[in-house]
């Protein structure tokens, strides 16, 4: 049963054209159950009815022409309760609808499986026969299993059909949904970096230019052929001669009479070179699959092997012909900032990622770097998007696929209105950050995310209040010398003379992994990371504290914060490795240095509880909203599918902070919110009523937030506050701060 289960879904998947995939499954199904009519219903939210898409039983003229509304029928009743329904006499059902057109009167049992893709109904399934019974446990569980496999593979079947040169016309933009990651609208190519080398990335397209892709194949095969003959000679001295022909036999399978002709044949008939070598592998990887013999079914591993050598080398050849964009929107599996250093900057103007969350790595990157993302995006294979026109509306999360010239020139407009919004903010930019009633917030940037150090007008930012050291670590391919780190600090420190420049330990693992320094978990956001990692490796630490302080002889504005401090211990520990380095460095200049600020980051929730002995270690601490929020509400943010429930004006975490909040002010330490809620206009009016006065931000934010502080009052602030914190849902927090900024005529001019 498993294997008709995955062979059923992988049919779906693999067929292009919805109408065919659908007509496929329901053949499949009914041999696969033994039943004599299976059919498919899919939603269609527009007209609030379930159409007749597919049928193996009902009669074919019905196809495409009988729908059954929401509230009607065994269907909508299916529909209705999100759960299957299995009947003797479906027709003796009070919710039995007669339909003449479907000629369903010889049918008696009917078992109806819903198909729900993230607690959406997406349609039903329907399996039927003539003879009154009640469909086995068995046979009920297959088609609620099969239901739920196939549910996200025909969530984006249509767009995955649009998407697809060649499989049908394109009569109307495509539109993909995801999760708004960054602020922002732009419009260019998509550009695909580190496409994957398996078969299940890549999606059937057709090709106009068989010539071409004939050219690409041959040229994948010969790199292939050489490269087995360079591995047969190395382990020619290491393995008996009968163990070596495997390599002939991959040879021999490359050749134009074995896989080869059949690969020269599906070109021919229109596919591209990806699609003709994925349709033939996975044809005779099936047939050894079906294959009693074990010796023979285990050559089916062999046949995808050498497919997906050959298809790394033809993806390989795409992407070096595939010239840059003028405008690149990077589209990856999941965005690291390795491949942001690939793209010059004034050539990006938007961020795709697969997978990833609101406020996984890759996002924070985007909204550092200003550009407009999107994340968890499904519906399209990776390879899928090379070249597509997009434009991406990072307010909404929505991606549209080859515009029309009409919504071109709409999203041209709204492009425009940020630009004239940005030209606002910016008026005020060399301003104090004062309220209405006289208060002064110290507003500082996040830097580190970017190929080059983020060096904006001195005058107008308070310094930086979140240095990520972990850039020159990430896009390397061994740790930095400390010489190399002393460089990239210095560069910091200086720009901001007289100025604080929080400079934060090395914060790797979770979702920031190193290439050279592998870390795998079960749980990396609960695992060995930040400052767990580098007391582990004292030889780490020790060199980064050391460049830290060599590079601020000169200016003398360098403070440290340590990440992920989930204990007392981690800090006396932390510092006591800092008076040695400043020992080791005070000795090695001949000087006596003082040592610099040393402050926490707050963001694991236990510390929360130790802040009055924390406050007798430290010099200051800082707030990371990102993990705080997702350690509280046991969300790992890079997760998709628990995306919504992540959110920091959840108002567990909205108490949490103004609890800290007065705490803090009460212990009289020094704190600043360096997380992402201190960029958002809702989250820092929140909370500078909570008490907090210092704010770290991305720079592209600093200009709005500045210009939004110098327009409200904190007693104003403070009544909103009281209505978010006895709130019920992160919903009605947001009415509730947009409702505060409508009745101060702000709202429009804060499109985020």
């Given at each position: 049963?498993?294997?008709?289960?995955?062979?059923?879904?992988?049919?779906?998947?693999?067929?292009?054209?919805?109408?065919?995939?659908?007509?496929?499954?329901?053949?499949n199904?009914?041999?696969?159950?033994?039943?004599?009519?299976c059919?498919?219903?899919?939603?269609?939210?527009?007209?609030?009815?379930?159409?007749?898409?597919a049928?193996?039983?009902?009669?074919?003229?019905?196809?495409?022409?009988?729908?059954?509304?929401?509230?009607?029928?065994?269907?909508?009743?299916?529909?209705?309760?999100?759960?299957?329904?299995?009947?003797?006499?479906?027709?003796?059902?009070?919710?039995?609808?007669?339909?003449?057109?479907?000629?369903?009167?010889?049918?008696?049992?009917?078992?109806?499986?819903?198909?729900?893709?993230?607690r959406?109904?997406?349609?039903?399934?329907?399996?039927q026969q003539?003879?009154?019974?009640?469909?086995s446990?068995?046979?009920?569980?297959?088609?609620?299993?099969?239901?739920?496999?196939?549910?996200?593979?025909?969530?984006?079947?249509?767009?995955?059909?649009?998407?697809?040169?060649?499989?049908?016309?394109?009569?109307?933009?495509?539109?993909?949904?995801?999760?708004?990651?960054?602020?922002?609208?732009?419009?260019?190519?998509?550009?695909?970096?580190q496409p994957?080398?398996?078969?299940?990335?890549?999606?059937?397209?057709?090709?106009?230019?068989?010539?071409?892709?004939?050219?690409?194949?041959y040229?994948?095969?010969?790199?292939?052929?050489?490269?087995?003959?360079?591995?047969?000679?190395?382990m020619?001295?290491?393995?008996?001669?009968?163990a070596?022909?495997?390599?002939?036999?991959?040879?021999?399978?490359?050749?134009?009479?074995?896989?080869?002709?059949?690969?020269?044949?599906?070109?021919?008939?229109?596919?591209?070179a990806?699609?003709?070598?994925?349709?033939?592998?996975?044809?005779?990887?099936?047939?050894?699959e079906?294959?009693e013999?074990?010796?023979?079914?285990?050559?089916?591993?062999?046949?995808?092997?050498?497919?997906?050598?050959?298809l790394?080398?033809?993806?390989?050849?795409?992407?070096?012909?595939?010239?840059?964009?003028?405008?690149?929107?990077?589209?990856?599996?999941?965005?690291?900032?390795?491949?942001?250093?690939?793209?010059?900057?004034?050539?990006?103007v938007?961020?795709?990622?697969?997978?990833g969350?609101?406020?996984?790595?890759?996002?924070?990157?985007?909204?550092?770097?200003g550009?407009?993302?999107?994340?968890?995006?499904e519906?399209?294979?990776?390879?899928?998007?090379?070249?597509?026109?997009?434009?991406?509306?990072?307010?909404?999360?929505?991606?549209?696929?080859?515009?029309?010239?009409?919504?071109?020139?709409?999203?041209?407009?709204?492009?425009?209105?940020?630009?004239?919004?940005?030209?606002?903010?910016?008026?005020?930019?060399?301003?104090?950050?004062?309220?209405?009633?006289?208060?002064?917030?110290a507003?500082?940037?996040?830097?580190?995310?970017?190929?080059?150090?983020?060096?904006?007008?001195?005058?107008?930012?308070?310094?930086?209040?979140?240095?990520?050291?972990?850039?020159?670590?990430?896009i390397?391919?061994?740790?930095?010398?400390?010489q190399?780190?002393?460089?990239?600090?210095?560069?910091m420190?200086?720009?901001?003379?007289?100025?604080?420049?929080?400079?934060?330990t090395?914060?790797?693992?979770?979702?920031?992994?190193?290439?050279?320094?592998?870390?795998?978990?079960?749980?990396?956001?609960?695992?060995?990371?930040?400052?767990?990692?580098?007391?582990?490796?004292?030889?780490?630490?020790?060199?980064?504290?050391?460049?830290?302080?060599?590079?601020?002889?000169?200016?003398?504005?360098?403070?440290?914060?340590l990440?992920?401090?989930?204990?007392?211990?981690?800090?006396?520990?932390?510092?006591?490795?800092?008076?040695?380095?400043?020992?080791?460095?005070?000795?090695?200049?001949?000087?006596?240095?003082?040592?610099?600020?040393?402050?926490?980051?707050v963001?694991?929730?236990?510390?929360?509880?130790?802040?009055?002995?924390?406050?007798?270690?430290?010099?200051?601490?800082?707030?990371?909203?990102?993990?705080?929020?997702?350690?509280?509400?046991?969300?790992?943010?890079?997760?998709?599918?628990?995306?919504?429930?992540?959110?920091?004006?959840?108002?567990?975490?909205l108490?949490?902070?103004?609890?800290?909040?007065?705490?803090?002010?009460?212990?009289?330490?020094?704190?600043?919110?360096?997380?992402e809620?201190?960029?958002?206009?809702a989250?820092v009016?929140?909370?500078?009523?909570?008490?907090?006065?210092s704010?770290?931000?991305?720079?592209?934010?600093?200009?709005?937030?500045?210009?939004?502080?110098?327009?409200?009052?904190?007693?104003?602030?403070?009544?909103?506050?009281?209505?978010?914190?006895?709130?019920?849902?992160?919903?009605?927090?947001?009415?509730?701060?947009?409702?505060?900024?409508?009745?101060?005529?702000?709202?429009?001019?804060?499109?985020?």
């Open positions: 049963m498993l294997s008709q289960l995955r062979r059923i879904v992988q049919d779906v998947a693999q067929e292009p054209v919805l109408s065919q995939a659908l007509s496929g499954l329901v053949t199904i009914k041999l696969a159950l033994n039943t004599e009519c059919s498919v219903y899919l939603a269609d939210y527009d007209q609030h009815h379930f159409m007749l898409m049928t193996d039983g009902l009669n074919p003229e019905a196809v495409g022409k009988i729908a059954i509304g929401f509230s009607e029928g065994l269907i909508g009743w299916v529909g209705q309760r999100e759960e299957p329904i299995n009947l003797a006499a479906a027709h003796q059902h009070p919710r039995f609808k007669v339909t003449p057109e479907v000629s369903e009167d010889r049918f008696s049992a009917f078992l109806g499986c819903p198909i729900i893709h993230h959406k109904v997406l349609g039903v399934l329907t399996i003539g003879t009154e019974r009640v469909f446990e068995d046979e009920e569980s297959f088609l609620v299993t099969l239901g739920a496999q196939l549910a996200s593979v025909l969530a984006n079947a249509e767009l995955r059909e649009a998407a697809s040169p060649g499989t049908g016309s394109k009569s109307r933009s495509s539109q993909l949904n995801g999760l708004p990651g960054a602020p922002g609208i732009a419009i260019g190519e998509a550009y695909v970096l994957a080398s398996d078969f299940n990335a890549v999606s059937l397209q057709r090709s106009e230019e068989p010539d071409k892709e004939l050219s690409r194949f040229r994948a095969v010969r790199i292939t052929k050489a490269e087995f003959k360079r591995l047969s000679e190395r020619a001295e290491h393995l008996p001669v009968d070596l022909a495997i390599f002939d036999v991959y040879q021999q399978l490359l050749d134009a009479a074995s896989l080869g002709q059949e690969i020269e044949q599906q070109i021919a008939d229109g596919w591209c990806k699609s003709a070598l994925k349709r033939v592998v996975e044809k005779f990887a099936r047939q050894f079906d294959m013999d074990a010796y023979f079914k285990e050559r089916a591993t062999d046949i995808r092997d050498l497919g997906e050598r050959v790394i080398h033809l993806l390989d050849t795409e992407q070096r012909h595939h010239k840059l964009p003028d405008k690149v929107v990077l589209v990856a599996e999941n965005v690291t900032a390795s491949m942001l250093a690939e793209v010059p900057r004034q050539q990006l938007a961020i795709v990622s697969l997978r969350s609101v406020n996984s790595h890759a996002a924070i990157m985007a909204r550092a770097l550009v407009p993302a999107v994340m968890g995006v519906g399209l294979s990776l390879m899928q998007w090379q070249g597509q026109r997009v434009i991406v509306d990072g307010y909404q999360g929505h991606i549209l696929l080859d515009p029309a010239e009409a919504i071109y020139a709409e999203y041209q407009q709204l492009i425009s209105e940020d630009a004239e919004l940005s030209a606002h903010y910016q008026a005020e930019v060399t301003l104090p950050a004062e309220s209405v009633c006289g208060h002064r917030f507003l500082m940037i996040n830097a580190g995310l970017a190929v080059d150090p983020e060096q904006i007008n001195n005058e107008i930012c308070d310094g930086v209040g979140l240095y990520r050291t972990e850039f020159p670590f990430i390397r391919n061994q740790f930095p010398t400390e190399e780190q002393v460089i990239l600090y210095r560069d420190l200086s720009a901001y003379p007289g100025k604080p420049v929080i400079m934060r090395l914060d790797v693992g979770g979702d920031k992994p190193l290439p050279y320094f592998a870390i795998n978990e079960e749980n990396p956001f609960l695992g060995w990371r930040g400052i767990r990692l580098t007391l582990d490796h004292p030889e780490i630490f020790l060199v980064q504290i050391r460049a830290m302080l060599k590079a601020d002889i000169s200016s003398n504005n360098l403070h440290i914060l990440p992920m401090i989930s204990e007392l211990s981690e800090v006396d520990e932390s510092l006591r490795l800092i008076k040695q380095a400043c020992f080791e460095v005070g000795d090695e200049l001949g000087l006596e240095l003082v040592r610099p600020k040393v402050g926490v980051m963001e694991v929730p236990s510390i929360m509880y130790q802040l009055n002995e924390l406050a007798s270690k430290i010099d200051f601490c800082s707030i990371g909203t990102n993990d705080l929020t997702q350690y509280l509400l046991a969300v790992d943010r890079n997760n998709a599918r628990v995306a919504s429930l992540y959110d920091a004006m959840h108002p567990a975490v108490r949490a902070l103004n609890q800290m909040g007065q705490q803090l002010q009460a212990l009289q330490l020094p704190t600043s919110v360096c997380g809620l201190a960029g958002e206009p989250g009016l929140l909370l500078a009523a909570m008490g907090y006065d704010f770290s931000m991305n720079s592209s934010q600093l200009a709005k937030i500045k210009w939004l502080l110098r327009r409200v009052s904190l007693q104003e602030l403070q009544l909103v506050l009281n209505d978010a914190l006895n709130s019920e849902s992160p919903k009605i927090v947001r009415r509730k701060v947009h409702g505060f900024l409508e009745q101060k005529n702000l709202a429009s001019q804060l499109r985020s």
